[in-house]
């Protein structure tokens, strides 16, 4: 038989198990897909989306960036980022690979971001992989943050298989 103390305790702790592990839950991210749309500028020059607000305060929770559609064609790079709107780099760059055009195509790239994308109005920003003289089309879509902490065994990002 339980004495009416011992079972207090457990109801307690319980209950304040409950709460902190409510409390731990992020509500400040989503997993959303911002449609963006850019013409890739001549030897490498920037082009960059409105900024969105970036809540979170942990470096790993990653964004995301999909490319769709590339008019270089199928499995062709772009490089994409994150910075702020005074052209500060706010984490790492990720090379990522146009898909055959259907919105479903292509893969997710999640990336980390910096201490300084931490709190703060962040943009997407793209350029062309290699120096060129042509510029081109890209879709696709991304969220700047997605409550999507980065793995342990990943340094700076993770690709997902398609359509995940």
Request: some cysteine; charged content about 25%.
């Amino acid at each position: 038989m339980m004495k009416k103390g011992k079972g207090r305790v457990i109801a307690l702790g319980t209950i304040l198990a409950c709460s902190i592990e409510l409390g731990t839950l992020s509500v400040e991210a989503g997993n959303e897909n911002s449609v963006y749309t850019f013409k890739i500028k001549k030897e490498q020059g920037n082009e960059y989306t409105r900024t969105k607000y970036r809540q979170t305060t942990t470096e790993r929770n990653t964004w995301k960036v999909r490319m769709y559609h590339s008019q270089e064609g199928t499995n062709t790079y772009t490089t994409y980022w994150l910075e702020r709107s005074d052209g500060t780099n706010v984490s790492p760059a990720a090379k990522v690979t146009a898909g055959s055009g259907g919105e479903k195509s292509g893969r997710n790239h999640y990336v980390k971001g910096n201490a300084g994308a931490n709190a703060a109005k962040v943009r997407l920003t793209a350029e062309n992989n290699n120096y060129s003289s042509s510029t081109y089309t890209v879709d696709g879509y991304w969220d700047e943050e997605t409550g999507r902490i980065l793995p342990g065994q990943y340094k700076t990002y993770y690709i997902t298989e398609y359509n995940k």
